[in-house]
C-alpha cells in the first residue's frame, strides 16, 4: 500500500504534491475528456498554487513523451511477444493502448511534472495557519 507522503502517492491520485489532501483537477475522472487537463488555481487545503509560472506545464509534454513510449514497449511486448502477434497487429495494438489511455498520459504527466517542483510537506496545517 503506497502511502499518504510519498511522490508516487501523489502521482497516482493527482491530488496535491504538498499535502495529499486534494485532487489537483477540477473533475476526478480523467476520461471527461471536456475536463480531462482542468486544474484548480491552487490548493484549498494548504494554498499551495498549481500554476507555479505561466506556461508551466509545457514542461509536462517532455514527460508525456517519455510516459507515452513506456506505454507503446509494454503495449509492444504484449501483444507481440507473449501473444504473438503480426507486427501489423502489434503495431494496432499499439495506436489503440496510446488513444485509448491518452488521457491517463496527460494528466499523469502533469502530475509528474509538479511533482518534481513541489515537495511533499508534512507541516503544511502549521505553516497555513501563521
Not at 489532501?21 to 484548480?40: C, H, W
Not at 506556461?55 to 507481440?80: K, L
Request: glycine share 6%.
Amino acid at each position: 500500500m503506497i502511502k499518504k507522503g510519498s511522490k508516487l502517492y501523489s502521482i497516482l491520485t493527482g491530488t496535491c504534491p504538498k499535502c495529499n489532501e486534494e485532487s489537483m483537477y477540477i473533475n476526478p475522472n480523467p476520461y471527461a475528456l471536456m475536463d480531462t487537463l482542468k486544474i484548480g488555481e491552487k490548493c484549498s487545503h494548504c494554498q499551495t498554487k498549481y500554476r507555479l509560472e505561466p506556461s508551466f506545464f509545457f514542461g509536462s509534454m517532455y514527460v508525456s513523451y517519455g510516459v507515452g513510449i513506456a506505454f507503446a514497449v509494454a503495449a509492444f511486448v504484449i501483444s507481440y511477444y507473449i501473444i504473438g502477434s503480426t507486427l501489423t497487429t502489434a503495431f494496432i495494438a499499439i495506436t489503440a493502448t496510446l488513444v485509448v489511455f491518452m488521457p491517463i498520459i496527460m494528466r499523469g504527466s502533469r502530475t509528474i511534472w509538479i511533482n518534481l517542483f513541489i515537495h511533499y510537506d508534512k507541516d503544511w496545517a502549521k505553516k497555513v495557519e501563521k
